[in-house]
């Protein structure tokens, strides 16, 4: 998203630094990056070059800061701040501190200009990246709480294994925003103001659910081929897993790799000749003789023709090796009523 500016920044920063005696004026275009080299420097750096101390640098910053904000100039420089705040609002009162300036201009050097000019304005707090929240940037106290309240409750809703589409999260984050102003129920603004959270993310395929998650936090190729087969909702041959990982994800998947990654994963479970399932959507593990074992021990005695269709629901296998299977005595046995059992 790009934000079209009406204020200049540069020029409104130049104007506001006239008010300030030179050794002033050059240190706050050091530390905030205002001047020709766009990287903003160090309190010690700036320190070093004038021979004073971290400290004292800080201290010449806020009286700098403070000058400003008293000048004429400041005053006259209002339409600025007020178009800042205005965008700020109307981004949903509260924004993470990278997306609000690369919405406003993709250039590092104005980038600059404009943080300069959110710290200067008065209007505008910033709060410094946490546990649960990036570097973000609002106007209300109190809306910036219920916000950032509400996405620690969503958080607390969401499990482990979640792993929930754009318009879920959304509906259920809007549950949580109930006592929120309305003109603030936006879907854009819902979904910016997730981005704020450091404990919510979403995947490649923008499936949201925990960042820590594998599902979401993706790894290597067992994470890319979880999202793989669970999009395509049924079993799938291993080949065709690392073919889809190239296409959906660009990334270069070998198929033995991909297939080895598969066997060792518990995610994964082999339902037939190089077909792949996962586990959450029930299949049983293990080789065709533990999946007939697993069966008998749940259900007990079963006729031949039961055990082949409960057998045929786990595994993509002929009849006849379902049959070779339960021939076998060291495992089956056959009951004088005709079923199989498990052998003693």
């Given at each position: 998203?790009?934000?079209?500016?009406?204020?200049?920044?540069?020029?409104?920063?130049?104007?506001?630094?006239?008010?300030?005696?030179?050794?002033?004026?050059?240190i706050?275009?050091?530390?905030?990056?205002?001047?020709?080299?766009?990287?903003?420097?160090?309190?010690?750096?700036?320190?070093?070059?004038?021979?004073?101390?971290?400290?004292r640098?800080r201290?010449?910053e806020n009286?700098?800061l403070?000058?400003?904000?008293?000048?004429a100039?400041?005053?006259k420089?209002?339409?600025?701040?007020?178009e800042?705040?205005?965008?700020?609002h109307?981004l949903?009162?509260?924004?993470?501190?990278h997306?609000?300036?690369?919405?406003?201009?993709?250039?590092?050097?104005?980038?600059?200009?404009?943080n300069?000019?959110?710290?200067?304005?008065e209007?505008?707090?910033?709060?410094k990246?946490?546990?649960?929240?990036?570097?973000?940037?609002?106007?209300?106290?109190?809306?910036a709480?219920?916000?950032?309240?509400?996405?620690?409750?969503l958080?607390?809703?969401?499990?482990?294994?979640?792993?929930?589409?754009?318009g879920?999260?959304?509906?259920?984050f809007?549950?949580?925003?109930k006592?929120?102003?309305?003109?603030?129920?936006?879907?854009?603004?819902?979904?910016?103001?997730?981005?704020?959270?450091?404990?919510?993310?979403?995947?490649?395929?923008?499936?949201?659910?925990?960042?820590?998650?594998?599902?979401?936090?993706?790894?290597?190729?067992?994470?890319y081929a979880?999202?793989?087969i669970?999009?395509?909702?049924?079993?799938?041959?291993?080949?065709?897993?690392?073919?889809?990982?190239?296409?959906?994800?660009?990334?270069?998947?070998?198929?033995?790799?991909?297939?080895?990654e598969l066997?060792?994963?518990?995610?994964?479970?082999?339902?037939?000749?190089?077909?792949?399932?996962?586990?959450?959507?029930?299949?049983?593990?293990?080789v065709?003789?533990?999946?007939?074992?697993?069966?008998?021990?749940?259900?007990?005695?079963?006729?031949?023709?039961e055990?082949?269709?409960?057998?045929?629901?786990?595994?993509?296998?002929?009849?006849n090796?379902?049959?070779?299977?339960?021939?076998?005595?060291?495992?089956?046995?056959?009951?004088?009523d005709?079923?199989?059992?498990?052998?003693?």
């Open positions: 998203m790009s934000i079209q500016l009406n204020l200049k920044p540069k020029q409104v920063t130049k104007r506001l630094l006239a008010v300030l005696q030179d050794r002033a004026a050059e706050i275009t050091s530390r905030y990056g205002l001047g020709k080299d766009p990287e903003r420097q160090t309190l010690e750096a700036i320190g070093g070059k004038y021979g004073i101390t971290r400290e640098v201290q010449i009286y700098a403070a000058n400003i904000r008293k000048s100039v400041y005053g420089e209002k339409e600025a701040f007020t800042l705040e205005t965008l700020l109307s949903g009162g509260i924004v993470v501190e997306d609000f300036l690369n919405s406003l201009s993709k250039d590092a050097s104005i980038q600059n200009h404009l300069f000019l959110l710290v200067l304005g209007g505008f707090k910033r709060q990246e946490d546990e649960h929240f990036k570097h973000r940037w609002h106007v209300e106290d109190a809306h709480k219920q916000i950032e309240e509400s996405l620690k409750k958080y607390k809703n969401i499990s482990d294994d979640d792993i929930l589409s754009e879920e999260i959304v509906n259920s809007l549950e949580h925003l006592d929120v102003s309305e003109k603030y129920k936006d879907e854009e603004i819902v979904k910016r103001w997730l981005s704020l959270s450091k404990k919510i993310n979403r995947n490649p395929l923008g499936e949201w659910g925990l960042s820590h998650s594998p599902n979401i936090r993706i790894k290597g190729i067992r994470d979880f999202l793989v669970r999009k395509h909702g049924s079993p799938i041959h291993f080949t065709q897993v690392a073919k889809s990982i190239e296409k959906l994800f660009n990334r270069e998947a070998h198929v033995a790799t991909t297939h080895n066997i060792k994963d518990p995610r994964f479970v082999l339902v037939g000749r190089g077909l792949y399932a996962l586990a959450e959507w029930g299949y049983i593990s293990g065709v003789k533990d999946v007939i074992k697993k069966i008998l021990e749940k259900n007990g005695p079963l006729t031949k023709d055990i082949i269709d409960k057998v045929l629901k786990e595994r993509y296998v002929k009849e090796t379902i049959l070779v299977n339960l021939q076998n005595p060291k495992f089956f046995k056959r009951t004088a005709g079923k199989y059992a498990i052998a003693a």
